[in-house]
């Protein structure tokens, strides 16, 4: 305990709350350096203050120690830029679950040696008395990299956002049919705009920063007064949704892009339609002004962009070159070059005077469209962000790559453990998978051959071998240690969504959209049987202990027993009102457990077919399940960002663990405490569970 717990600790509620107020901003008043170093890097005043009086009040502790005159040391001032820059990144969730707290700043700070840092993270390791899923290596996004906030609050996709001209507030449109303005200095929703009645696709704000315009799927923009958040004005004419919108650098008009193939130049002040530009054959997706007003460029379906006279309304100039649709575009500040952002996976640069290409830049993954970009104030560098869930930085003078992620570059669909639990394979959207060291986090191969999505892999029991499942519908056998491709099974007729070793090694089970499962000899790669009987696609598939059953998932919202042997089935289990995504067996083969896009895992008696019991507590669709060794305990993945530690004898929730992502893919290890998960960013997450029965 801290001499800081131990003094709070005897002090009145009332006395208790007032401290953890006043004191940090008595020490900065007071220049009183050192002890306000000391109080900030104390967990237990941390978890106390947060406790108390909610994460934004910690957060603005922070802002002490640098607006006021007390003087620290370099390395002081980093201790606390950096743990206020971990707990503001994790705001959104400890905003709505306190008890994260521990899990964040580990897996946001782990990587920082610093002694301070270090020290903190032990202290609050030993405050921890319930079970917890602690990160084996930083496993969220550093402190002060990336993203500074996530601002929560819309009930549908977040389509567009705008940053007001003092930077104080921002606005939001959404699929849930309405806009927020936020406080981007403390993420706090300030309004909810609503008067639309489909999605709103875009927003702009005025230079002045007084009025707002969105665009929605109502086939209408619409005129707000962001002090008030009041409606002024409603502008329509065009016939089909609108997908964007741009406001002139003098304020006076707008103009807006349409799924209608036209652009419409509009009065802001009066709500009158001005101009109808008209040359597009497909939608149009996105138009930028440049900064002298002068001129706008649209971007289309039709696969080209489109140089205007915002005055005349005159086509100038057809910039080809893409050969998908042009999903978004942008103008450099002095106006010489656009950016544009493709259905085919490219950005292009262009000359705005001559029309000319000047360069592509490529990077983005295969399968994923380009979908905005956006260029700096200097004009320097640009950022894209794609369908492969990545943002990348780009220097636009030489069309060169700043920066991209590390590990996958697109989503985590699955994870296995070796049996003797130092490796892990991940399988990814990358078209690749990735052999890591448990241990250190370190990625030792990456194994390629798959042209499509990899959506499964399985270890054999010898862990010489795995194989993977592929949306190339084929599966692979690789060699773990020397990363090779040993065999390609065909068969299936459409994607291969998983795949399940027998506890030989002898066969494998696969599962596919094309309804069917297939048994395989993994010494020869021949096709032993075909599986019959599901309705819809077959999402998941697992084998008993013993051999001579397996289990499979559904997307016609059941699980089927088989008889390995004979191929025929034995059972069908209902209960699950959506798709079943995946499932688990217990290793004395009694009980599995599924998973469901129903929110709810469900626990199955395998003999009798009969459901036991129904696990609720994720908030989406969980999409994979694993249980220990000792089956004990169970652990599933969700899109609700949340990894799950089930007690199986009390059926309780025990764990939680909140990422960034929505997580895929869960494992086990055979100590029964290593798991290890992997999310739709392409990250994949190490933990160790504690505390629960003296950590095995």
Not at 145 to 168: M, Y
Not at 385 to 410: A, M, P, Q, V
Request: glycine fraction near 8%.
């Amino acid at each position: 305990m801290s001499k800081f717990k131990e003094r709070l600790g005897k002090l009145s509620p009332k006395k208790r709350l007032y401290a953890l107020e006043t004191l940090p901003g008595h020490l900065a008043q007071s220049v009183q350096g050192e002890r306000l170093h000391q109080l900030l890097t104390d967990f237990d005043f941390i978890e106390a203050k947060l406790d108390a009086l909610g994460v934004q009040a910690l957060i603005e502790d922070y802002d002490l120690a640098r607006i006021s005159d007390i003087l620290l040391s370099e390395g002081q001032t980093e201790n606390l830029r950096l743990i206020q820059g971990a707990i503001r990144k994790s705001a959104h969730v400890l905003d709505r679950d306190k008890t994260q707290l521990v899990e964040h700043l580990w897996g946001r700070l782990l990587d920082f040696e610093m002694p301070q840092i270090q020290g903190m993270l032990a202290q609050a390791k030993e405050w921890k008395d319930c079970p917890w899923l602690r990160p084996l290596r930083a496993n969220l996004e550093r402190a002060n990299e990336g993203a500074l906030r996530t601002l929560v609050g819309h009930s549908g996709a977040v389509n567009a956002v705008a940053i007001a001209p003092d930077g104080k507030t921002a606005i939001s449109a959404s699929g849930d049919n309405t806009l927020k303005i936020w406080d981007t200095e403390t993420g706090r929703e300030l309004k909810t705009l609503t008067g639309h009645s489909k999605w709103v696709n875009a927003v702009a704000i005025a230079p002045e920063g007084k009025i707002a315009i969105s665009a929605s799927y109502d086939n209408t923009l619409k005129i707000w007064d962001i002090e008030t958040g009041w409606e002024l004005k409603t502008l329509t004419g065009h016939s089909y949704w609108v997908k964007a919108v741009a406001i002139a650098p003098d304020g006076k008009t707008a103009i807006s892009a349409s799924e209608d193939n036209t652009l419409k130049i509009w009065d802001t002040e009066t709500g009158w339609e001005l101009k109808t530009l008209t040359g597009h054959i497909s939608r149009v997706n996105a138009v930028a002004i440049a900064l002298d007003g002068k001129t706008a460029i649209s971007a289309s379906g039709d696969n080209t962009l489109k140089i205007w006279d915002t005055e005349t309304g005159r086509e100038l100039k057809t910039l080809t070159g893409h050969s998908y649709s042009v999903t978004a575009v942008a103008i450099a500040p002095d106006g010489k070059t656009a950016i544009s952002a493709s259905e085919d996976e490219t950005l292009k640069i262009w000359d705005t005077e001559t029309g000319r290409e000047l360069k592509t830049l490529t990077g983005h993954r295969h399968r994923s469209e380009v979908n905005a970009v956006a260029i700096a104030p200097d004009g320097k560098t640009a950022i894209s962000t794609s369908g492969d869930e990545t943002l990348k930085i780009w220097d636009t003078e030489t069309g060169r790559e700043l920066k991209t992620l590390t590990g996958h570059s697109s989503r985590v669909n699955a994870v296995a453990i070796a049996p003797d639990g130092k490796t892990a394979i991940s399988a990814s959207g990358d078209e690749t998978l990735k052999i890591w060291d448990t241990e250190t986090g370190r990625e030792l191969k990456t194994l390629t051959g798959h042209s499509k999505w990899v959506n499964a892999v399985a270890i054999a029991p010898d862990g010489k071998t795995a194989i993977s499942a592929s949306e190339d519908e084929t599966l692979k056998i690789w060699d773990t240690e020397t990363g090779r491709e040993l065999k390609t099974l065909t068969g299936h007729r459409y994607w291969v969504n998983a795949v399940a070793i027998a506890p030989d090694g002898k066969t494998a089970i696969s599962a596919s959209w094309d309804g069917t499962l297939k048994i395989w000899d993994t010494e020869t790669g021949r096709e032993l049987k075909t599986l019959r009987g599901h309705s819809s696609r077959v999402n998941a598939v697992a084998i008993a202990p013993d051999r001579k059953t397996a289990i499979s998932a559904s997307y016609d919202n059941t699980l089927k027993i088989w008889d390995t042997e004979t191929g025929r089935e034995l059972k069908t289990l209902t209960g699950h009102t959506r798709d079943v995504t995946a499932v688990a067996i217990a290793p004395d083969g009694l009980t599995a457990i599924s998973a469901s896009g129903d929110h709810t895992l469900k626990i199955w008696d395998t003999e009798s077919g009969t459901e036991l019991r129904t696990l609720t507590g994720h908030t989406s669709e969980v999409r994979a399940v694993a249980i220990a060794r000792d089956g004990k305990t169970a652990i599933s993945a969700s899109s609700d960002k949340t990894l799950k530690i089930w007690d199986l004898l009390t059926r309780k929730e025990v764990a939680s663990f909140s990422g960034e992502g929505e997580f895929n893919g869960c494992a086990i290890a055979h100590d029964g405490v290593t798991v290890v998960a992997g999310d739709r960013s392409g990250r994949v997450h190490f933990l160790r569970l504690e505390g629960v029965r003296g950590d095995r």
